[in-house]
Each structure stands twice: as structure tokens, then as C-alpha cells.
């Protein structure tokens, strides 16, 4: 038999999709599963929806392309007015990408070009967190710590110094959480001072941990520390807003939740929604001009702010907006959060369970000692399996730097009523149920 020429991670065979309506997706077995991962937690207003299909027909019988060294277009136009509004117009620049990972080394190259032209030119080393996930291209790779993706590739990428992920999970049985969370947000400063002020371009972090911490949220001292340290040593803080952005939280982006100054956000994911692959960065303009003026941004990606893929990211913020979508997304988080913690409680297997809006995660690991299991026994794997077979679709990683700490990402579309949320928490106990008889069998 001829194998499948495509290939991505593994050869394992999958269901074919075939249509997709709301929060669920029909294979061509006719078997419907619900879309508890948004896709890879993209799919902020679920599938076929009827205002992005009509915004994708307007838009293809106007104007499919047009190059942004040619031409301007009003979509995305349109589309960076929108997004400078959501953030009060702080951020008042946008530049227009593909990916995620796209949006990440643009924000870098930005900053770098930034302190070149200003005549910082020994500033080049950006500060990152362990664990963390930036984008799997090079660049962006080089501020990712989770260990399966980085090993490979080491060679090929500058290793940038990485500071403690600020977890809530596990911490020194002699701290307490606000400790804790003081003591990796010094380790911010600790490093701008090892590796020297004048060497430094920036700060990234996700405001939310997204799949390599499992929705890890910091404690609220966290980041108006990272600001501090950061503004004193001027030292430009950019967000990855990639997986936290457009309502997924319960605010519009992840740093709402804490009003951080932040200098440049990073957007993708939820702005295409899953109709089109869209992203962007949004910067205060004192670090774009300076760039402009001086030859302009050197840098740039074939599609970046094509008309089809701008009108598909407006039609997503009006509907969110007009359906009054990052409200839901925080009521309904707080509703299946609750339920979620509570239905945990009846296993020794699950350690911990937390999140913000409907980024949620559920880690496993032993309730009394927080030890995770060994690897050998999958458990994120093996969870998403059977919840997968019971028709429910979660999202598996691992918290410990992609080596251990198996955890499920529980991301619904922001569009999932209480009905649905109910439903996602019975199809959820099925899996438990069912897990709990394997684990216990070992």
C-alpha cells in the first residue's frame, strides 16, 4: 500500500475530517466530535460560522491579493485600525504576518533592528522562560525551552538565556506562591545583569502560559515586577499574545488581566480563527519610526497584510465584539473551571487544575506530592485517547520542559453556550471514569 505523502509528526493514521458546524467536527464515518481543542486552540468562533463565510465571499469576489510594496488595501487597513483600538491605541503600529511563529521573529527583528539603528548595535540577546513555546522556526525557536522540539536543532539556533517560568503548581515547600513568584521575576534582573544591560534587546514571555506550561496563570505580584525591572533597565518587554489573544482569557489579550506596558504584543491563532492563516504584531510606534526612518524595516513575508486574510481577521474582532464573545469566554471559563476542579477532586491521579477564561488545563500527576508519572505511561497521550474515542477533543503536552508533567489543554471555542459547556463536562467525566480504571490496573 502506498504510504501517505504527507507527513508531520508521526505516520499514525487519523479520522478524515469531512465538515465541521459550531463547536464540532464530523469525520466521514459520520462520528461527530467536539472541538473541546479549538483545533490547536485557534478556532475562537468554531466552524462555519455564517458571518466569516460571508466576509470570506465578499472579500474573494473583490479582491483576492495585492502586494504591500504596490499597493495598500482597505481590509488591512481596517483590520490594524481594529486591533489598535483594542489596545487603547498604545500600541499603535501593526505589521502584518502569516504564523504565530511569523509574528514572533518579526517582533524580534524589530526590537534588534530598533536598538541598531539607535546606535545600540551590541544589543542582541533576548530573555526568555523555561518552560516556554515561541514558534518553531529558528529564531523563534531560540526563545522556546521545551526540550523535543530544541535538541535537534541546537546547533543551528543562538541559545538564549532562559529565567523560571513563574509556576503556581509546584513550588519550595519553604515559599508561598507570592514568593515564589518574586523570586522568577528577579531572576529577570539577575540576568540582564549577567549578561550585561548593553547586550540585552528584550523580554518575551506568553502573559498566560499556553501549551508548554498548561495554562499556567502567575500570581499576580509577577508582572508588575517584570515591568518594573524592565522599564529600569530599559529593557523593551514583548508579549506572545499568540495563543492568549482575541478573548481566549476572558479579556481581549493575556496582559489585560494585569495592565502591563507592554511594548509589542504578538498576535496569530485566534485572529484567523482557523478561516485563514493571519497574524500580526502590534508595537508603540517610538520603536517602528526610528526603524522607518532609517531605511525601513528590513523584513517582510510574501503575504503579509494581503487583503483575504485582513478581512477574514476584521470579520473575527467585529463578531467577537457583536456577539459579545471574551465575555462569554470568561463566564463560561469560570463556569467549567469550577466544574472541572471539582470533578478532579474525585481522582488521586490529577494533580492540578487551572486557567483563565477558556485556556484551562488539567495536569496529572499524584495529588499529595505533585509527582508527575513516568514517562513511559503517556498519560496526556493516553487521556486524549480515550476522551478522543468518546467523541471529545482535548489538547495533550507536558509541563516540565516537554520531558515530564503530562498535562490536556481544555480550550472550547469562544462561542460555546452553558448547554455545550455541560456537555463538554459530561463527555469529561466519561474520560476519567474510563483513564481511571487503566491507571489503576498498573
Known sequence: MKPNPIFYITEENKPMAESAKGIYITADDGKSYMDAASGAIVCQLGHSHPKLIEAIKNQVSELQFSYRTQFENQPAIDLANSIVERTNNILDRVFFVSSGSEAVESAMKLIRQYHFVNGDETRSVFISRIPSYHGSTLGALALTAYQPLNEPFSPLIQLYPKVKSPTQYRIPDEMTNEEYALVCANEIEDAILEIGVKNVAGFVAEPIGGASTGAEVPHDVYFPRVQKICKQYNVPIILDEVLTGIGRTGKMFGYNHWNIDTDVICLAKGLGAGYYPIGAIAAKNKYVQPVLDNGGFMHGFTYAG??????????????????????????????????????????????DVRGRGLLMAVEFADKDTKQPFPNSWQVGEAVTKVAFDLGLIVYPKKSLNGIAGDHVLVTPPLIITREESDKLLNLLTQTFESYNKIIKSR
Request: overall charge negative; hydrophobic content about 35%; some cysteine.
Open 306 to 351: 494581503n487583503p483575504f486574510g485582513c478581512a477574514v481577521g476584521r470579520a473575527v474582532l467585529e463578531t467577537i465584539d457583536e456577539e459579545k464573545l471574551v465575555e462569554n469566554s470568561k463566564n463560561q471559563g469560570e463556569y467549567l473551571l469550577q466544574k472541572i476542579k471539582a470533578l478532579a477532586e474525585n481522582y488521586q491521579w490529577i494533580g
